[in-house]
């Protein structure tokens, strides 16, 4: 589940404070010819009467047996948002190899995502999904000539993305005197998944004319999978009505896997994931608000063979710079 801590960024700068203000009445007389009375209802609620003109000495109705009290709303204590997300991803994924030349791959992808942040009072819980339309990118390849021949290697690929995310967070309370409110531990589940579809076109020339001898098409998938437990922290810095936060989410504890259709000894050794990203949230009624980010996110495996010896494949590393926008609704009770 992707974009980790875009969705628990919304869980923290939405809420509604409220406090609760009390006040003393003082009662007083008077003889002025145009008074107002101030009556208490049954369940102590203050009210105003119509004034009326009197010449005689005004006597107040106002019970001194129940204060007056006005309470501020009360902060909910259940809360549901519902968001959807569209933006674009910019993404590289990079095989370094030990004695040739990396393959690198680079597109930019339109996003679509959905998600929903459910909590009470202090924590949240919150489901994020994700998924890429596809990019293309190729890049060509020519071969010293050898044994009186030329190749030259034309490769494409076509790949897409998918990120799901599980989160549960904590907003503090009084925690730090001046970050009250606004910040926001957090720790989840996080599975993201790169599929890209090769076809690698390998042509052979005759050295001394240049004659096409033949041709040969070599389809390839290659997946890389992430999975595993991520932790965040986030703050918030309200703008007037607005608020402007940082998320930052480390994952250390990822399972990789790496596949594809060629024959192939590789198997992840160790895998890490770093994110950084800042969000704008801003209001547009009381209960509908919006969002924008832009974050950072990698990924880095380590690569052995099955004999746990280094393999032609050292490392595969992948980074994705996304753009995104949000509409979020909120359900208070």
């Not at 790496?258 to 890490?272: G, I, K, R």
Request: net charge negative.
């Amino acid at each position: 589940m992707r974009n980790v801590f875009f969705c628990i960024l919304l869980s923290i700068f939405v809420d509604v404070f409220a406090t609760e203000v009390d006040t003393s009445t003082q009662i007083k007389k008077t003889t002025d010819a145009f008074v107002s009375d101030i009556d208490q209802d049954i369940d102590g609620n203050a009210t105003k009467s119509v004034p009326k003109a009197t010449g005689k000495k005004f006597q107040s109705k106002f019970s001194f047996k129940k204060p007056l009290k006005m309470v501020a709303e009360q902060a909910p204590k259940f809360f549901i948002k519902p968001r959807a997300v569209i933006g674009k991803i910019s993404q590289t994924y990079k095989q370094v190899y030990e004695n040739s030349e990396d393959v690198e791959w680079q597109g930019n992808m339109p996003i679509v995502g959905v998600g929903i942040t459910a909590g009470y009072k202090n924590f949240s819980l919150d489901i994020y999904a994700q998924q890429s339309q596809s990019a293309k990118d190729s890049f060509f390849e020519e071969n010293p000539p050898s044994r009186g021949f030329i190749l030259e290697e034309d490769n494409s690929a076509e790949f897409y993305r998918v990120d799901y995310s599980l989160n549960i967070s904590y907003k503090t309370t009084n925690l730090f005197t001046n970050l009250d409110d606004n910040l926001l531990f957090s720790v989840g589940y996080k599975f993201g998944e790169t599929n890209i579809d090769v076809v690698s076109r390998t042509n052979r020339f005759k050295e001394e004319t240049g004659e096409l001898l033949d041709a040969f098409n070599y389809p390839n998938n290659i997946k890389f999978t992430t999975q595993g437990v991520t932790v965040g922290i986030a703050y918030g810095f309200p703008i007037g009505r607005n608020i402007i936060g940082i998320n930052l989410a480390y994952t250390p504890w990822l399972n990789a896997d790496y596949s594809t259709l060629l024959p192939t000894d590789v198997e992840p050794d160790s895998t890490d994931g770093r994110r950084v990203g800042v969000t704008w949230i801003g209001p547009i009624t009381n209960n509908l608000k919006y969002g924008l980010s832009i974050d950072w996110y990698g990924y880095d495996m380590k690569a052995v063979d099955n004999k746990d010896e280094n393999s032609e494949l050292s490392s595969i590393e992948e980074s994705i710079v996304g753009f995104r926008a949000s509409l979020n609704y909120d359900f208070n009770w």
